[in-house]
C-alpha cells in the first residue's frame, strides 16, 4: 500500500528550528518531485516548498525563502524540510506531496505550532 507519513512537527518557540521527514513507502519515490504544503485554520493550503526529481534546484514560497531548506534521500525514501528562524505565522499541518503520474500521493500531516 503507498504511503506517505509524515513527522518530526510540533510546538517550537519563535525563532526556533524544526527538522520536518517524509517517508515514502509502496511506491517508486524517487521517480517524482516532492513537494511541502502547509495549511492553517481558515486559510488555503499554501504551496511551501518543491524538491525536483534529479536537479538539485529546490524551489520556495517567497514566505519561507532563506528560512527553509527541503532536501530528499532517496537511497532512504525520504524528503526533508529543515526550518529555520520560525515565526508564529508558521503555524500550520504540513504536508508532503509526491506526484509519480499519474498517480498523487498525500500524508496525513504533521503540526507545526510556533508560540511562545
Known amino acids: 500500500q503507498a504511503q506517505l507519513v509524515e513527522s518530526g512537527g510540533g510546538l517550537v518557540q519563535p525563532g526556533g528550528s524544526l527538522r520536518l521527514s517524509c517517508v515514502a513507502s509502496g511506491f517508486d519515490f524517487s521517480a517524482g518531485a516532492v513537494r511541502w504544503y502547509r495549511e492553517a485554520p481558515g486559510k488555503e493550503r499554501e504551496f511551501v516548498a518543491r524538491?525536483?526529481?534529479?536537479?538539485?534546484?529546490?524551489t520556495y514560497a517567497d514566505s519561507v525563502k532563506g528560512r527553509f531548506v527541503i532536501s530528499r534521500d532517496n537511497a532512504k525514501n525520504t524528503a526533508y524540510l529543515q526550518m529555520d528562524s520560525l515565526k508564529a505565522e508558521d503555524t500550520a499541518n504540513y504536508l508532503c506531496?509526491?506526484?509519480?503520474?499519474?498517480?498523487?500521493?498525500w500524508g496525513q500531516g504533521t503540526q507545526v505550532t510556533v508560540s511562545s
Open positions: 524538491f525536483p526529481i534529479t536537479a538539485d534546484d529546490p
Open positions: 506531496n509526491v506526484l509519480v503520474w499519474p498517480n498523487d500521493y
